[in-house]
């Protein structure tokens, strides 16, 4: 794909998933109270509290935020970045008066997480990102040298701690499953819903295990040099990735050629390459 098409595609990327993100925030999240982490949780907050407007707020926060990254840290965190630091907050301001469907805090911290983590997913999906506290959780790890992971998950906690003090402690438990929500949602996202199989088979009929595979199956295998533990006599190890609805047949091949093959299955998410997804 051309240089210039895929950049196109992946700054549409970025505009769409906040547009979502923006959408999620004030159809859920903002009316139920519920202050999930990140920017968009503290424009709750400072809503209730001052009286502030989410949208200008989320602007001030993402900028300083940005610009805190770029000074601190040094990096170029790249245009498409920049580009979702400024536009979501300008969409939380053009969908404010959007028709609330529902003042059910649950419901509220479900679908609000769900489209939060679903226009997310999206933007990461244009490799970028919406700036806000996962800038600021970067500084706090370059200076205290904590893992990253617990940077974000420590302010992200601050700011859902707060919305307890500040609506209630039922708010900030809705809070936790939106953040909960979000963060699965992500995961579909980034990865998508088929789960592929990865299949470790060692046999004493190798040969006959890998043929059939190849031929019965029509999948693509890879002999893995391996040993004994106990014996430490030479055991190859067939790796075959299959789709789910291929699992059954395969394994039933395997124990129809050798009943004592020792067969490991594992998940995989995300499976690119011939027969699979190719992007």
């Not at 003042?103 to 479900?110: R, T």
């Not at 700011?159 to 579909?188: H, K, N, P, Q």
Request: aromatic letters at 10%; charged letters at 15%; proline letters at 3%.
């Amino acid at each position: 794909m051309p240089k210039h098409i895929r950049l196109t595609i992946e700054f549409m990327y970025v505009i769409i998933g906040s547009l979502f993100v923006a959408l999620a925030f004030n159809l859920f999240l903002l009316p139920n109270n519920i202050a999930s982490g990140g920017v968009a949780g503290i424009s709750t907050i400072t809503k209730d509290v001052f009286g502030w407007e989410p949208g200008i707020v989320q602007w001030v926060l993402n900028i300083g935020f940005f610009s805190m990254g770029l000074f601190i840290l040094g990096k170029n965190f790249g245009i498409k970045s920049l580009v979702g630091t400024l536009v979501l907050p300008f969409f939380v301001l053009v969908t404010s008066d959007v028709t609330v469907p529902t003042n059910d805090s649950l419901l509220g911290a479900i679908f609000g997480g769900m489209g939060v983590g679903l226009g997310l997913g999206i933007v990461f999906r244009g490799r970028a990102s919406t700036g806000g506290v996962d800038l600021g959780a970067q500084v706090v790890h370059k200076f205290t040298k904590l893992p990253l992971g617990i940077c974000i998950a420590l302010l992200d906690g601050m700011i859902v701690f707060t919305s307890a003090i500040v609506f209630s402690v039922e708010e900030g438990l809705y809070a936790l499953i939106s953040l909960f929500i979000t963060s699965r949602t992500i995961d579909l996202v980034q990865v998508g819903f088929n789960t592929s199989k990865n299949v470790m088979i060692i046999s004493n009929r190798e040969e006959e295990v890998r043929r059939a595979l190849l031929e019965d199956i029509d999948r693509g295998v890879t002999v893995l040099k391996g040993s004994g533990g106990y014996t430490e006599e030479d055991r190859p190890v067939i790796m075959c990735v299959v789709q789910q609805n291929e699992f059954t047949k395969l394994t039933r091949t395997i124990k129809g050629i050798d009943p004592g093959a020792f067969i490991v299955t594992m998940n995989a998410t995300e499976v690119l390459g011939e027969g699979f997804k190719t992007s």
